[in-house]
């Protein structure tokens, strides 16, 4: 061998002098700043609508600014599933079009419930599924509206509002929506004749028309889908964290939670 193997290697300046015992506390400050860091970067910000019995107000507002003024199915398996995990969240109530729209490119962001169709699928990370929703066509209780197909509605003015994927789906497809910013309205432009038919989820419809306007005998005259309903985070959100808030999901789905919630919500 060359001679300079056979030789003992001289000791780095790391190895000797002041720096051998400053450095590892120094890097060990370096460690505990990055895991704070990464723990505040962790706080979670999800966002729904006031879509009663899925998502509601108890304040009777169609906003709420912390958890405990939101209930409903899909709220409650979210707060079964963070019950699950150690992340800090901030849960609040919004317009389905601004929060839609807030959440895309903003990191540990969520938006729900949260319908996964095709066109939305690279749009966000996906936890789920909560529950499901059921594409419903509604007309008014003394309508003598009837549908074998949802072909027969294009002749028909269709209540809806903006951001709602029933709505959007309509649209794309031509048919005639009048759209707002949210539902709560649409009951009654059903009675007004300012519409024929209102597109919404079928336990939506009838729980809004009576709470929001004492509108009781909607006529479900056509169901033409079904959809799961899911919690959409954001593509900026690390896919470990979404990992974690769906093992807790799952865990919370197999030990009968999720069911137990449904049920407690059955008309």
Known sequence: LPIYKSMPAKPGPEMT???????????????????SSAV??????????????YNASTTGQGFAHNEDDITGICTDMVKTMMERVDYEYVMKMRDWSRAYEWVQGRENHALFCTARTEEREDEFQWVGPL?????????????????????GARQYKIAGYKGDVMSDYLVSEGFDLVMTVSGEQNPRRLVLGQADLWVTDGLVGPLVAEEEHDITGLKPV????????YLAVSNETAPAIVEDLQAALDEARD??????????YEP
């Open 222 to 229: 056509l169901v033409f889908r079904e959809t799961p309903m």
């Open 131 to 151: 529950a499901s929703i059921k594409w419903t066509l509604f007309a008014a209780p003394d309508s003598n509206i009837q549908l074998e197909s949802l072909e």
């Open 40 to 53: 505040a970067d962790e706080k979670l910000y999800i966002f729904t609508e006031n879509y009663p019995p």
């Open 17 to 35: 002098g002041p720096l051998k015992f400053i450095r590892p506390v120094l890097q060990g400050l370096l460690m505990l700043a990055v895991v």
């Open 255 to 264: 030990s009968g939670a999720l069911d137990s919630i449904a049920q407690r």
